[in-house]
């Protein structure tokens, strides 16, 4: 639903059998069934952790009857039909003449380059390399496989079940540069078991045992395959081959940035990471019908550990550079000049870990009274200890993270068509001092099922069931974050360090207190509407939404530099923040036979914000302010054409970004009137790169043992921008890939004379 804060995290929480997990961990295979809880109601009962919204999953078990075994295996083809498309040598040659020339300078290359380039004749001094071409593929192959075995006694009963997933990267290796393998590749292995124990006919015992082992590997040049994109971006074809005609490797330079994409990508060693999840959960249900009718109490409590495993093998071959200009001896044959000298392996690694430990106690109360009156309650305690050796050293963050909360929930309903909730949670948290630590949160939601009446089915009998439900709530948020997305703890303690200066030695505030800093809330109105028609064929959901979120976190930033703080500002409860909309699904079920059955179904979220408070210095217009507008609005200058000519230049606002503008070149507008384009010109846009609208469509046929499944997804309201190389052409004369878009002459603008 967007975004609602900008001062804590606004992840949403997942469950995984009641416990907090990584749903990109789990075997899709061992899901049963999954539901996402969006309103304050719903999610009352998860304190802190479900401010954000809650996804629970809930994880196959096994039944009572005859052993089970499952075995399932696929194969994805993924194809990229958008890959980047990169003018040729000789284009970006051409294009790289007519770039200095219309700015009055000396074009690059000769008309004798420019025709080794289209001819290919010395590929050694003139290449023509399509790097795209070299280290990308367009597709990949994927395949994973699964099996379970499942089955049990009226006493236990199991679930087992073991995934394995191979996924393929874009990158083309060089089997033949090294033996080891240097792809972006990803492994995943699961195994899970879950075991059901009736120990008598009211006790229920549960153990469920999870275990996660990831591998990837990734080049020497980096864990992120973000270098390899940006390497195939940044070197023009003309610079260097793949290899020069005498084997040797090339590098334009001694940087990073001046070697090939295809020497990062299969000759500088490779990093491999291997992760380890293990999570063990034991469950114990009692029902208490023998006290009352309708109670049961039940206790769960998990361990969980993650650790990792990094090791980084890095090396670099002799690389040698043949210069154009002076690159053939009197015989002809090639001069290199070394520009890389080799290095040989080296290896370092590294290694973390982190520890949960989760308890939960729940009373559970569900009575029908003369079958009209349906009541439930709950009340409902958790704690939750976290340590993780990232967090560094020292006496604040080496002391375990820990959360508890205590949540109650009401509900009635009469004949099951009027519907009334009520929840309240007292949650506590580390971040606030002792007589802020423990908010109260409270919700309350009702709903009308007209369905239940006689009338009503007799008069729409397609109607098979229709609910309308409100809800007002609010949630409170403690995950404080710093500018750079990290947590923040304790802020409500000042903390010294030692520091050094002309005048000596001494200790110094590394960080200012805020002893009144409290709750981030976030008060949630959502009113939804659910129905379905033709006997249960479709099925839609409707909810329009509102939140407002107060007291949220951020750095002081009015504080005069002469209160001493302008180093270490603290934080307070001073931004607000709005968002709205609407989301909604609609399905559609055919079942032709036994056999064979199709679905159809759509989703459609439109959720926008606006940003009420955010305190900030430098204002000087209106316009340059984040109130008011969407969170991280993208930012610019107003177009409004391109010069004419030398007297639209000088009829119009000087522009300080450059000096050497000219006829063809971007014209701004001068928002402020000042005579001058500068940043006090740039305005906010429309839209920022979390998208508005989001949609989606999808198709599900079943026959038999077959199934096929369409997806189709896109989103609309939504900027964002690319630049830098690759997108900037001719980047300091000397780097930056031109993109075929951007060759297109139906691109260019052409001088009238």
């Known amino acids: ?80 039909p958008r890959m980047p498309e990169y003018a040729d040598a000789y284009q970006y040659a051409t294009l790289a003449n007519e770039a200095r020339s219309v700015r009055g300078d000396d074009p690059v290359y000769s008309a004798t380059e420019l025709e080794l380039f289209k001819t290919g004749l010395d590929p050694d001094l003139y290449p023509n390399v399509n790097w795209r071409d070299v280290i990308l593929k367009d597709h990949v192959i994927n395949n994973q496989h699964h099996l379970s075995i499942s089955g049990g006694g009226q006493s236990a ?38 075991i059901d124990a009736d120990l008598t006919k009211t006790t229920l015992l549960s153990l469920n045992l999870e275990a996660v082992i990831k591998t990837q590997n990734a080049p020497g040049t980096g864990s992120s395959n973000k270098y390899l994109w940006e390497s195939q971006a940044n070197l023009p074809p003309t610079v260097v081959p793949v290899r020069y005609s005498n084997g040797q490797l090339p590098a334009y330079g001694t940087n990073l940035e001046d070697k090939s994409p295809y020497v990062r990508l299969n000759y500088m060693g490779y990093t491999t990471n291997e ?95 003369n079958q009209d009156h349906r009541v439930t309650g709950l009340a409902h305690f958790y704690r939750q200890e976290l340590t993780n050796v990232d967090w560094g050293n020292g006496v604040l963050v080496s002391i375990p993270k820990r959360y508890q909360a205590l949540s109650f929930r009401a509900t009635y309903s009469y004949k099951d068509t009027y519907l009334v909730e009520g929840n309240l949670g007292y949650t506590g948290s580390e971040n606030f001092n002792k007589e802020r630590r423990y908010g109260w949160f409270p919700s309350i939601s009702g709903g009308w099922v007209p369905t239940q009446y006689d009338w009503y089915r007799n008069l729409l009998p397609f109607n098979n069931f229709l609910k309308f439900r409100a809800s007002w709530g609010r949630v409170g948020n403690d995950r404080l974050k710093d500018e750079n997305g990290n947590d923040i703890r304790f802020p409500y303690l000042t903390t010294l360090g030692n520091v050094s200066s002309t005048w000596g030695t001494g200790l110094a505030e590394n960080r200012t207190g805020s002893m009144n800093l409290k709750w981030e809330v976030s008060t949630k109105t959502n009113f939804g509407i659910d129905a379905r028609f033709f006997d249960d064929k479709v099925d839609m959901t409707v909810d329009f939404f509102h939140t407002k979120t107060t007291d949220i976190f951020q750095r002081r930033a009015n504080i005069p530099d002469e209160g001493g703080l302008s180093n270490v500002l603290p934080y307070a409860n001073i931004g607000s923040m709005k968002s709205w909309g609407m989301d909604g699904t609609l399905a559609y079920t055919h079942t032709f036979n036994k056999d064979m059955a199709l679905t159809v179904r759509g989703n459609f979220t439109h959720a926008e914000n606006e940003v009420i408070y955010w305190e900030q210095s430098g204002v000087n217009y209106p316009y340059q302010s984040n109130s008011g507008v969407p969170y991280k609005v993208q930012r610019g200058l107003i177009a409004l054409g391109l010069f004419k000519d030398e007297d639209d230049i000088k009829s119009s606002p000087k522009q300080t970004f450059m000096d050497n503008y000219r006829p063809g070149d971007i014209k701004y507008k ?84």
């Not at 961990?25 to 009352?44: G, N, R, V, W």
């Not at 679930?159 to 033996?179: C, P, R, T, V, W």
């Open 275 to 369: 992760t380890y999840s293990t999570k063990i959960n034991v469950g114990l249900s009692q029902d208490l019908g023998i006290i009352t009718e309708g109670l049961s109490v039940r206790g769960l409590f998990s361990f969980s550990m993650n650790g990792a495993h990094i090791v980084d093998r890095h090396m670099n071959p002799e690389q040698y550079y043949a210069d154009p200009k002076d690159g053939r001896y009197l015989d002809g044959s090639l001069k290199t000049v070394r520009t890389v000298n080799k290095e040989d392996m080296t290896a370092t690694q590294g290694s973390a870990s982190n520890r949960e430990l989760y308890f939960e106690a729940t009373a559970n109360y569900k009575r029908l009274f």
């Open 1 to 80: 639903r967007g975004m609602s804060t900008f001062g804590a995290s606004s992840s949403a929480l997942v469950l995984i059998d009641g416990i907090e997990g990584n749903i990109n961990d789990l075997d899709p295979a061992d899901i049963e069934s999954f539901s996402i809880l969006k309103d304050a109601s719903a999610t009352a009962v998860y304190g802190t952790r479900g401010a954000n919204g809650v996804v629970v999953v809930t994880t196959k078990r096994g039944k009572a009857g005859k052993l089970h075994v499952n075995f399932k295996t696929n194969a994805t083809y993924s194809y990229s």
């Open 670 to 753: 001068d928002v402020n009137g000042d005579g001058k384009i500068d940043k006090d010109d740039v305005v906010p846009l429309n839209y920022s790169a979390v998208p508005f609208i989001q949609y989606g469509f999808a198709l599900d046929w079943n026959y038999k043992a077959f199934r096929v499944s369409i997806l189709f997804e896109g989103v609309s309201k939504v900027q964002y921008f690319q630049g830098g190389r690759g997108f900037y052409p001719f980047l300091n004369e000397s780097r930056g890939n031109l993109l075929e878009m951007v060759a297109d002459r139906r691109n260019s603008w052409i001088a009238r004379e």
């Open 157 to 194: 009963r199991y679930y087992m079940g073991l995934g394995i997933l191979n996924s393929e990267a874009l990158f083309k290796q060089d089997k033949s540069a090294s033996k080891h393998d240097v792809n972006v590749n990803y492994h995943k292995y699961n195994f899970r078991t879950n």
